[in-house]
Structure formats: structure tokens, C-alpha cells
């Protein structure tokens, strides 16, 4: 019986939302909320990764326009620009240790330069048990 992949694409999943700049900083709290997701893609009208808006993000200002009543105002100033991805084509090993070495919970998996997919950490345990 063979040992299941650790490549990253057998472990992927599908990318359940991303974002525009320009979304609504709410609309985009209640979209991680709907989807339970605890962050996504942010990405410009060509579908190119330009950010990623993770929970921790948006805490804050959910918390004052929530308290406030207040617009939030949109993403693009609160969403990481620095992006951390992996390629579907990678070991899991390379995703373990990123998740291990930062507070990211979730990596776009990136596939011949597009956006092909999403990784969370428990997609990665995941993995590391069918090995055994």
C-alpha cells in the first residue's frame, strides 16, 4: 500500500472568496464570517494577488465601526501587501514550516502564476497523519 502525496495540490482547497482593494471592510468581515474562512486573497481586476486580508487584520476596525456605528472604510489599507504563497507543486513540508514560523493560518497555493488554490494549517496536519 502506497504512502498518500505530500504535494501540496493533493491537499489544497478550493479558494472559497477573495477580494477586491476596494471591497468594504465589513462586507468583507461578514463574507470571512459566511464562508468561515479566517482570511483571503485580496486580488486586482486581472486576478493577480496584490494582498491578503487575514481576521487579525480587520479586528480592530471591526471592533470600532461595531462599537461605533462608523464605516470602515475599505480594505486596501488594512490588508497584508506582503504575501506569503506557496506553489501546488511544493512539498507540505515547505507549507508546515512557514505555518510554523509565523501566525498565518491560511497560504494561497499559487499554480503556473495564478491563484490556484488555498492551504490552512489543518490541511497540512491533515496530511502529516494519513502518513502514518
Do not use: C, W
Not at 461595531?66 to 475599505?74: E, I, P, Q, R, V
Amino acid at each position: 500500500m502506497s504512502r498518500p502525496s505530500l504535494v501540496i495540490k493533493e491537499h489544497m482547497r478550493e479558494v472559497l472568496i477573495t477580494f477586491r482593494p476596494e471591497t468594504d471592510v465589513l462586507l468583507a468581515v461578514h463574507q470571512l464570517l459566511e464562508k468561515g474562512v479566517s482570511g483571503a486573497p485580496v486580488t486586482d481586476r486581472l486576478g493577480n494577488i496584490v494582498g491578503f486580508l487575514s481576521e487579525k487584520d480587520v479586528m480592530g476596525i471591526a471592533l470600532d465601526a461595531g462599537y461605533y456605528a462608523d464605516s470602515a472604510g475599505t480594505i486596501e489599507r488594512l490588508m497584508s501587501k506582503k504575501v506569503v504563497t506557496v506553489d501546488a507543486e511544493d512539498s507540505i513540508v515547505t507549507a508546515a514550516r512557514i505555518f510554523r514560523d509565523s501566525s498565518m493560518k491560511t497560504l494561497p497555493v499559487m499554480l503556473n502564476g495564478r491563484l490556484a488554490g488555498m492551504l490552512t494549517r489543518r490541511d497540512v496536519l491533515r496530511a502529516f497523519e494519513r502518513q502514518r
